[in-house]
């Protein structure tokens, strides 16, 4: 494979990025994040040009009973304030670019999600947990705290209090608890992690691919704005929509009563 710590299968329009390091269970150190960067960046690309063929991200771990079990604690251990600094913000430019992508990014946690690892979940646009699966912001206990956008992105999903609880006490929950308050949107059995995940990328591949990246898009960017702008970003995207084939073609499939055939156009 051209990765060392990532491996990539296709599942219909399902795109399954597995991180791979076995060994630190999945740890992210400075290859995996350049790893995610090209994967996700290569992808962006190919739809940027249009192929639309992939219709949605998964993320998950290559590990029976890890995630992410967060950043790499070995390569951070001997990090001065400039180099946390770097690895940090490469962190934040993959959340950047998974927020980005014209299409939903699923984070498929099949058990530990900590610390960085969390945070990846986090960056995704939601996250589908196993019975399994642990989260937490365990960087207290190292003397550190969340620097790949916990703190802002655990807050703004479960709350400042929820969030701030998890990161001062380092506590992992479980995916009940996790489901209880918010984290995630669904809790499946192990086995079915994968294939729940690829359902739903199968949903979204019959519905209009410019739409799909329209609702993303607008939800990401009316999060940052107070309520009115947020609105009027939505009555733009809406109306602008009104100038593709996708919707004359889904509007005209609906009243001949049948299936549209979208073309991103
Ligand atoms: C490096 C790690 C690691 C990590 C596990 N390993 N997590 N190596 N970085 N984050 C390694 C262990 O050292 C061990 O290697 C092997 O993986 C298996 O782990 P064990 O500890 O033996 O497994 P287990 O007893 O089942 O415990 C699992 C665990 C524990 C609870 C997940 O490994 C753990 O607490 N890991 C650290 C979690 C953590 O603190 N994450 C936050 C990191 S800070 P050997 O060689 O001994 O077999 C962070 C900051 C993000 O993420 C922001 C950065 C900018």
Redesign the pocket.
């Known amino acids: 494979s051209q990765f060392e710590t990532l491996k990539i299968e296709d599942r219909g329009p399902a795109r399954i990025l597995s991180i791979s390091r076995p060994?630190?269970?999945n740890?992210l150190n400075p290859t995996v994040i350049a790893e995610l960067s090209r994967a996700i960046e290569a992808l962006g690309q190919q739809i940027e040009g249009g192929d639309w063929s992939i219709r949605g991200l998964i993320l998950t771990g290559d590990h029976p009973?890890?995630f992410v079990?967060?950043?790499?604690?070995?390569s951070?251990a001997d990090m001065d304030k400039d180099q946390?600094m770097e690895?940090?913000s490469q962190?934040h430019a993959v959340g950047e670019m998974l927020a980005n992508l014209p299409i939903p990014v699923i984070a498929a946690v099949n058990g530990?999600a900590?610390?960085?690892?969390c945070?990846l979940a986090l960056a995704c646009d939601f996250i589908i947990a196993s019975e399994k699966a642990k989260f937490g912001q365990?960087?207290v206990?190292?003397g550190?705290i969340?620097?790949?956008g916990g703190t802002q992105r655990l807050s703004r999903r479960v709350g400042a209090a929820r969030a701030l609880e998890l990161c001062v006490t380092g506590d992992m929950i479980r995916a009940d608890e996790a489901l209880r308050i918010g984290l995630v949107n669904r809790v499946v059995a192990p086995e079915a992690l994968l294939d729940t995940c690829a359902g739903i990328v199968g949903m979204v591949a019959k519905m209009g691919p410019l739409a799909v990246k329209e609702a993303k898009r607008v939800i990401h960017q009316g999060a940052e704005l107070p309520l009115p702008a947020a609105n009027q970003i939505e009555v733009e995207a809406f109306a602008a929509l009104f100038d593709t084939q996708d919707q004359s073609e889904g509007m005209r499939a609906f009243l001949d009563k049948r299936e549209a055939e979208f073309s991103a156009k």
Do not use: N, Q, R
């Open positions: 060994k630190a269970l740890a009973k890890s079990a967060g950043a790499d604690i070995a951070m946390a690895f940090a962190g530990f900590l610390g960085g690892g945070e365990p960087e206990k190292l550190v969340p620097g790949f």
